[in-house]
């Protein structure tokens, strides 16, 4: 897995956010994506942002993501999953993105960006996203924006 350095999610996160946000450098977590897919995996849930910090926890969520293939090692010792269902799609082409994950006011917030098709083919989709973060024991929201693809 590729463990992207803090500094550079500090800096998109500044550029990103702006004056508007009071996030600080050092409160960016480095995160790895464990697993993504824009692709329909026929369990159509609703939008919502899920943990795992146990290998319990981990192996009921993986189920609920309704693919055949056994579930990804985690160390849960020191780190935690974290899964994006971003809901059932009308097309294809919608994919999430996380953009940062950052600790502030006593909380882990990952936002991420839902890209939506300027058009896209007709099949039901469901796409997943599932990130590794050191544990966190405290509560985890989600802050969410959508972009637009420019249509071509």
């Known amino acids: 897995m590729l463990r992207v350095p803090g500094i550079l999610f500090a800096v998109l996160g500044l550029c990103m956010w702006g004056g508007g946000h009071s996030a ?33 926890e981990w192996t009921s969520l993986w189920q609920r993501t309704c693919f055949s293939l056994p579930v990804p090692a985690v160390d849960f ?34 936002a991420i960006t839902d890209h939506i098709p300027c058009g896209g083919f007709d099949v039901v989709t469901d796409p997943v996203l599932a990130i590794v973060v050191h544990k966190w024991p405290g509560p985890v929201v989600l802050e969410r924006s959508e972009e637009l693809q420019p249509c071509r």
Do not use: N
């Open 24 to 56: 600080r450098a050092d409160a960016m977590v480095p995160f790895d994506v464990l697993f993504k897919t824009e692709v329909a995996t026929l369990c159509f849930h609703e939008r919502s942002l899920e943990t795992a910090r146990t290998p319990a």
């Open 77 to 110: 010792q020191h780190d935690m999953v974290i899964v994006y269902f971003m809901g059932e799609q009308s097309s294809g082409g919608y994919h999430p993105e996380v953009t940062g994950v950052y600790r502030a006011r006593g909380q882990l917030t990952v």
